[in-house]
């Protein structure tokens, strides 16, 4: 009696490669929930230091306290400011602690979901984070490899693009919310009058409002990545519509 014929063996869609042996997928929802709380909240904080700055920068410019910015000065505005900068770094801490967290893990699920997208090891999609000035650009591309690993084809397995402006708006932000810390630290620790302490709030404000807007985008990020590979990973490559 001839042998019954073997089942046909699935076939993976262009593109697509086995993951490596012993991997599995982790569920990134609890940290995307925890790191979306943490974001929330240094949001509030940024919130903080861009009206501390609004109004220190005003009653500076209005001559209120014309000692505020000498040595040893404790005027409002000088406390004003130490605390608006004081109060938002231990949750920067914290949040980027868990933001890198969270990176990690989808990356690691990315590596699962499609290896092929993936050209990064786990240990420099976290490493990235911690290299000057490459800091600016390098996590930004590992995001867009775990972002194509995490997209489903469509029904005929045809590629179906999914718009990447969450990753871009939110790493433009990102960016230009570094660059205006920095100024802004620069301006407040060479401040010595009101005039320069005013130009220091200035900055600190604008810098708060960057923080606001780059902390909304990051949420959005977050969710939309994490609702991607949850989505891929209970219906596989193909999407079911």
Not at 20 to 34: E, K, M, Q, V, Y
Not at 218 to 234: E, M, N
Request: glycine share 8%; proline share 9%; aromatic share 10%.
């Amino acid at each position: 009696m001839a042998a019954p014929p073997a089942a046909p063996v699935p076939q993976l869609p262009p593109g697509f490669a086995p993951p490596p042996p012993g991997a599995f997928l982790r569920s990134p929802r609890g940290l995307a929930t925890a790191t979306t709380v943490l974001l929330a909240l240094s949001g509030a904080a940024a919130l903080f230091l861009a009206g501390a700055g609004l109004y220190a920068g005003a009653v500076l410019r209005d001559g209120s306290y014309p000692d505020a910015g000498a040595a040893e000065s404790f005027t409002l505005p000088d406390m004003l400011m130490a605390l608006a900068s004081i109060i938002p770094f231990p949750l920067l801490i914290a949040t980027a602690v868990l933001f890198v967290m969270w990176f990690h893990r989808v990356h690691r699920n990315a590596a699962v979901l499609n290896p092929g997208a993936i050209t990064e090891s786990g240990g420099w999609a976290v490493g990235s984070w911690f290299i000057p000035i490459g800091n600016l650009f390098l996590p930004y591309r590992t995001a867009k490899e775990i972002w194509a690993a995490s997209l489903q084809l469509g029904p005929d397995g045809a590629y179906r693009p999914v718009s990447t402006a969450p990753i871009t708006s939110w790493w433009l932000l990102w960016v230009a919310t570094v660059i205006s810390e920095r100024v802004a630290s620069k301006l407040y620790d060479r401040a010595g009058d009101a005039a320069e302490l005013s130009s220091a709030a200035d900055a600190a404000a604008v810098q708060g409002v960057l923080s606001v807007v780059a902390a909304v985008l990051a949420i959005r990020f977050v969710h939309k990545l994490t609702a991607l590979q949850t989505v891929k990973a209970a219906q596989g490559p193909y999407a079911a519509v």
